[in-house]
C-alpha cells in the first residue's frame, strides 16, 4: 500500500512541475498530462528492474554503460563526417539509443552467466577457495543435525542453499499430510535458526537448471558448478553423487564415525524394550540409538540387564550389537521362575 501511495505522489508532483514550468512550450493541462504520462511510464520501467534478479539487474546496468560508450566513441568518428548538423545530431542520437538499447538487452539476457557471490568476494578482498562452499539438500535441512554441527564449527565455509531446495521444501511444509507438513516446516525452522547465526554463512543461489527435472540432479550439477561439496543424509544421492565424481559429506556417516567403540567382552547395561527377530532375543537402544540384540532375553523386556558384548555388525544403516545376559542374571532369573511355579 505504501508503495502504491509513494507512486501517485510521483506522479502527482511531476504533473505539477510540468504544468507551471511549461516544458516543450506546452501549456496548462496538456503539460500536467505529458508530465502524467512520462511518470507513468518512469513507474512501469521501475516495476520491471523490481522483478530482475541481481545478476540480471548488474548485468543490464554493465551492458548499458558498455552501450554508452561505444556509442560516445562512435560518435567522435561521425562528427568528422560531411553530414549536415541536425542530420549528424540525429545520427548520433539514434546511435546513442541504439547502442545503450542493445547493452540493455544484451546485458539483462547474459546476466543469468554472473555469479553476484563472486563479485562480492572480489570487492571484499577475500579469495576463499570454491572448495569451502557446501551445498545442502532438502532431507539435510529437514534433518536438522546440520545446525548443530554447523554452530559447533565443525563445518566452516559458506553453506549454499539452492531456490529450487527452497521450494521442494515449501511443497513439503504445505503438504496435507500432517508428519509432511511438520517436517517441512522443521526444516524452514532450522534454516532460519542458521541464517540467524552470525557466525554461520548461508547463501540462498537463484542457480537452476532448467532442463533437469530431479532435484538430486540439479544439486550435483549446481556442486560441479561451484566445485563444492553436497551434504546430505541421502544413502541414494550419496551413491549417486560418487558416480557423478561430486564430493559427499553424510551426516548419517558422520554420527557413526562419533558412537563410542564397542569390543567383544565388554559389558554394558541396556533396556530390554521388545523382542528380536530370532526366536528368545530381546532388542534394546543405546542413547545414541544404536541397536542392542541380547540373546535369551526375551522374558526381560521391560527390564535393564547387564550384557556381555559378543560381536559388533556394522551395516549400511549403521551399527548393531550382538550381547548375551551376564551369568549373574540369568541365574536370577532362573532362580526366579521356579519360584513363580510353585506360588501357583
Not at 565388554?266 to 530381546?282: A, C, D, P, S
Amino acid at each position: 500500500m505504501d508503495i502504491v501511495v509513494i507512486r501517485l505522489l510521483f506522479v502527482a508532483l511531476f504533473s505539477g512541475v510540468c504544468y507551471f514550468f511549461h516544458p516543450f512550450g506546452l501549456a496548462g493541462v496538456p503539460a500536467a498530462m505529458a508530465g502524467a504520462a512520462a511518470a507513468g511510464a518512469v513507474i512501469v520501467f521501475e516495476s520491471r528492474v523490481r522483478a530482475l534478479t541481481l545478476s540480471r539487474l548488474i548485468g543490464a546496468v554493465a551492458g548499458s554503460v558498455l552501450g554508452i560508450f561505444g556509442a560516445a566513441l562512435f560518435c567522435l568518428v561521425l562528427r568528422s563526417a560531411p553530414l549536415e548538423g541536425n542530420t549528424s545530431a540525429v545520427v548520433q542520437i539514434f546511435v546513442l539509443l541504439l547502442m545503450t538499447y542493445v547493452g540493455l538487452l544484451v546485458g539483462a539476457s547474459k546476466g543469468d552467466l554472473l555469479n553476484p557471490a563472486a563479485l562480492s568476494m572480489i570487492f571484499s578482498g577475500e579469495r576463499p577457495s570454491r572448495r569451502s562452499v557446501k551445498v545442502l539438500d532438502t532431507s539435510v535441512i529437514i534433518d536438522g543435525r546440520i545446525a548443530d554441527i554447523a554452530e559447533a564449527g565443525f563445518i566452516d565455509g559458506t553453506m549454499v542453499v539452492p531456490e529450487f531446495v527452497l521450494r521442494e521444501l515449501q511443497v513439503v511444509a504445505d503438504s496435507t499430510d500432517g508428519s509432511k507438513r511438520q517436517r517441512g516446516r522443521r526444516g524452514l525452522d532450522m534454516l532460519q535458526r542458521m541464517q540467524s547465526n552470525a557466525k554461520i554463512q548461508v547463501q540462498i543461489v537463484p542457480d537452476d537448471f532448467p532442463s533437469i527435472r530431479e532435484v538430486d540432479l540439479k544439486l550435483l550439477e549446481l556442486a560441479k558448478k561451484w566445485e563444492a561439496k553436497v551434504v546430505t543424509n541421502d544413502f541414494n544421492l550419496n551413491k549417486v553423487a560418487h558416480l557423478h565424481h561430486v564430493e559427499v559429506l553424510n551426516i548419517n556417516d558422520l554420527a557413526n564415525a562419533l558412537k563410542p567403540v564397542v569390543l567383544p567382552g565388554e559389558r554394558m547395561t541396556v533396556l530390554i524394550l521388545k523382542e528380536g527377530k530370532e526366536f528368545n532375543q530381546g532388542v534394546g537402544y543405546l542413547d545414541d540409538g544404536t541397536m542392542v540384540v541380547v540373546d535369551h532375553a526375551r522374558k526381560m523386556i521391560g527390564r535393564s540387564v547387564d550384557i556381555s558384548v559378543t560381536s559388533v555388525l556394522q551395516t549400511a544403516s549403521g551399527k548393531m550389537i550382538f550381547g548375551k545376559m551376564d551369568e549373574v542374571a540369568k541365574t536370577a532369573e532362573g532362580a526366579r521362575t521356579p519360584s513363580a511355579e510353585i506360588a501357583h
